[in-house]
């Protein structure tokens, strides 16, 4: 299971279980072999004591020869009746601890006789103790000890990569100038990841550059055919000509200015922030709005719709013309295209537009895919890639505009354009 802790503290956690291992098993060793030789050394020497007492000094009739902390019981023996607290012990080595006090005692049986030989270990065991403690103490000591070396030692470990993720996060490195990072580092671990990020960083920077090349070169290569268009049709019509040759130079030169606006709308959008500053012709909503109505509103009436331009209230604001006419184009263009019977309107208000028409209408579930790139719904008819919304909503992202779609009570679809309320939730659904 991926772990969510910090390498940092994960490498912390290993290096202080580590050492927890390793000194508490060394620590559980010297109690052992402290226990054992206690037990072999004293054993062997109580064995030796109670085999002289039992076959030389009872034999020949002395009281046992012992030091002053060894005493010698026997339950045959009356003057070394066994004490209540040494009864039923098992034969060979013991030790009793009774409160402050310990004994070792050795237990023979010889001939359904038993012999006891104890011998008082008070200090022994205090000393004992003692050990145990220093080793408890040691033990402890270990571990705050590697706790801070693993502290040290993961903060030197993570250094080289804090810096890394640093320098990725403030520099920017997209910029062509700025310097590659693997040079500041070791040819090691961290020092492979900096250049891998150099090469897929220059990459980026190359794809980047031909996307650059790429808009510069339609925006230079289009705009010249597309001129001669426009200015072949302003020369053609000037002509004697037939009323329907007229009606169909007029219509390559409204396409001709189409396209003109829609390479125009691209090079803006594609790049991106760099040239935000740069300066822009400004145009009020009314501006652009009466001239995609003059545009659209002949097609739509052609087609035998009802189009109304409503002005509801003045707006003040400036805006980019080829944005702001892209939009309005867009709109226009859906409303006239899925609408087959009634009307369709467009009513300018303060800070904002909305284009209403009686058409098919979007469900409701399709409000939010409709914005999506090559996305059409399901009343789609006739060409169309799918584009024009998504084109929308990012011309609006890019310009702090807000836009949503509702399907009024009396049919249709009305999208709504707000020009000063930036947001992320672009849609809304009635
Ligand atoms: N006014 C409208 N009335 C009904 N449906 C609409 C309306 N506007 C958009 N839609 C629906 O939203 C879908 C997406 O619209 P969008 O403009 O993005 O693409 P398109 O019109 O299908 O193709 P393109 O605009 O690329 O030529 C359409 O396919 C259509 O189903
Ligand atoms: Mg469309």
Known sequence: ?????????????????????????????????VHLIEEHLVSE????????????????????????STRFFASNLAQYAIPQQFAGLDEG???????????????????NQTYLLVQEQHEF?????????????????????????????????????????????????????????????????VGQLAAAFDSTLGQVRQSLERERMFTSDVSHELRTPLMV????????????????????????????????????????????????SAPVAQYSLACAATEQAERWGAMIRDKGLDFQYIEAAADNGLYNPTFLSSVLANLLRNALHYTEHGFVRLILEKDGFRVEDSGTGIPVE???????????????RGEGLGLGLSLVKRICAKQGWHISVHNPPAGGTCFTVKFNQPTDEIFTSV
């Open 1 to 33: 299971m991926p772990t969510k802790q910090p390498f940092a503290r994960r490498i912390l956690i290993a290096f202080v279980l580590m050492t927890v291992l390793v000194s508490g098993v060394f620590s559980l060793s010297i109690v052992a072999v």
């Open 45 to 68: 020497e109580l064995k030796r004591e109670l085999s002289t007492v039992l076959h030389e000094d009872l034999k020949h009739g002395v009281s046992p020869r012992l030091d002053a």
């Open 93 to 111: 080595f013991n030790e009793v601890v009774e409160g402050d006090q310990a004994f070792y005692v050795y237990v023979q049986e010889v001939n």
């Open 125 to 189: 065991e205090a000393r004992e103790q003692a050990l145990f403690n220093v080793v408890l103490a040691g033990f402890l000591l270990t571990v705050v000890v590697a706790w801070a070396l693993g502290l040290v030692m993961a903060r030197k470990v993570m250094a080289p990569l804090s810096r890394l993720a640093h320098q990725v996060r403030h520099r920017d490195q997209l910029h062509a100038l700025a310097p590659p990072l693997a040079p500041d580092y070791p040819d090691d671990e």
């Open 229 to 276: 268009i426009a200015s072949s049709c302003e020369l053609l019509a000037e002509t004697c000509l037939e009323p329907r040759q007229r009606e169909q130079i007029a219509r390559i030169g409204r396409a001709s200015e189409e396209m003109r606006e829609l390479v125009q709308t691209f090079l803006q959008l594609a790049r991106g922030s760099a040239n935000q």
């Open 366 to 380: 399709q409000h939010e895919q409709i914005f999506q790139p090559f996305v059409r719904g399901t009343q789609a």
